[in-house]
């Protein structure tokens, strides 16, 4: 007997989303062996990463958020109200056919700019159980406030939703704090735990090796879109003295502007002791040989640390959300990493010293916190759970030619 679970991942920016869920997807169909998992996705480079025995995906047209915070078509020559259209009916006509037994979407309520809502609603009526999976930390909270009463998203959390799946834990940070939710939204919120991830390239012959020999430090700038000041303020480090720090490896991230990357890598040219690529989707068996990690510190990436528990200094962006500063000043605080944030001016002898520093930092395993890393664990006995109450599907087989 069979089991579908469908995923929903919007995808406008960034490798967060997509990851997070291809992570789940993972530690879903490793359990259970008669599942099938499809992830909706909207990231360009959905095909770059593999994915594992029953676990496919459906890429739906691209949308890129602009810097005044509009949206528009990734590539299509289309009017953005078109490509959404075009992506809401692709949505729901995916769960129309594929039928899940669970539907999981991935931080946005309604999707993005609303796309889900409908898909929402129909598996409401069909009686299918619907999960809103939160990351550990959303935004500040009145900024949070403020973007759900603009999107009317209480309303979809309220009504649409049977669980609510915040891959965290409250005594590091609580993405709904401080916002006027009503009580039943809070007795359907579950604390997982954060996401562990593992080295899946290790098990894959065609994995990278990192390029440097010996000891290093990997420096992540995530999908890299907004990574030019980590990135920066590394090089100018080494710019000035590299005599006394590892060599470094720096991922510039595949949604860097390619103007951006080749100035990097020219710079990184001059520096004997710094490699630089622009992605790699297996980037967790960098991590997991790094003598220490310098990242921006989204979710992701604050996962892979504490899984592969390696001494971290994280420079958060502050704009346009405070996601990464309430992360990394927080775990700063309960001592699990270093966090440096950039005033603007980008001293390189301050950068110099956290990194000469950074490999005998505590690790985060020095700070004991129960339950830290069972978010998959969890969101598998959750699953469980929810598909106890539902009946099986007869198995379907494939039907051989000739």
């Known amino acids: 007997m069979t089991q579908r679970v469908l995923i929903y991942s919007h995808d406008s920016f960034g490798l967060g989303h997509l990851r997070r869920c291809r992570a789940i997807a993972h530690a879903l169909v490793e359990t259970h062996p008669d599942m099938s998992v499809l992830i909706l996705s909207g990231s360009p480079i959905i095909g770059s990463f593999d994915f594992r025995t029953r676990v496919d ?104 939703y049977d669980e609510i799946w915040v891959y965290g834990l409250p005594q590091i940070c609580n993405p709904l704090e401080e916002i006027d939710l009503p009580q039943s939204v809070h007795r359907k919120t579950v604390y997982t735990g954060y996401l562990p991830r593992v080295d899946e390239g290790a098990t894959r012959p065609s994995s990278h090796e990192p390029p440097i020999d010996g000891p290093y430090l990997l420096v992540t700038a995530g999908g890299g879109g907004d990574g030019d000041a980590l990135v920066d303020w590394v090089l100018r480090a080494y710019e000035l003295d590299d005599d006394t720090l590892l060599p470094a490896l720096v991922v510039l991230g595949p949604f860097m502007p390619p103007e951006m990357q080749a100035g990097f890598l020219e710079r990184v040219q001059h520096l004997p002791k710094v490699e630089a690529i622009t992605f790699d989707p297996g980037v967790e068996g960098f991590i997991k040989q790094a003598a220490g990690v310098v990242a921006m ?23 346009p959300r405070q996601e990464q500063l309430i992360r990394s000043q927080r775990a700063a605080e309960l001592g699990m990493i270093k966090c440096l944030v950039d005033d603007g001016n980008r001293d390189p002898r301050m950068m110099a010293t956290a990194l000469r520093h950074l490999p005998q930092q505590t690790r985060p395993s020095d700070i004991v916190v129960p339950g830290l890393l069972d978010g998959l664990d969890n969101v598998n006995r959750l699953t469980n759970r929810i598909l106890s109450k539902r009946p099986r599907r007869p198995v379907v087989l494939a039907r051989q030619n000739g």
Do not use: Q
């Open 57 to 160: 995906f459906v890429r739906v047209p691209g949308v890129i958020k602009l810097r005044n915070g509009e949206y528009t078509s990734l590539s299509l020559h289309m009017d953005v109200e078109e490509t959404l259209a075009l992506r809401a009916s692709i949505i729901r006509h995916t769960a129309e056919i594929f039928n899940p037994d669970l539907f999981i979407v991935d931080k946005e309520p309604g999707g993005l700019r609303g796309e889900v809502r409908e898909t929402l609603e129909m598996l409401n009526k069909r009686g299918v159980p619907v999960v809103l999976g939160l990351r550990d930390v959303m935004d500040d909270p009145p900024s949070l406030a403020r973007e759900w009463e603009r999107k009317n998203a209480l309303p979809v959390v309220r009504d649409l």
């Open 297 to 319: 510190g989204g979710y992701n990436t604050f996962c892979e640390i504490l899984s592969f528990d390696k001494p971290a200094l994280i420079v958060p962006r502050t704009v």
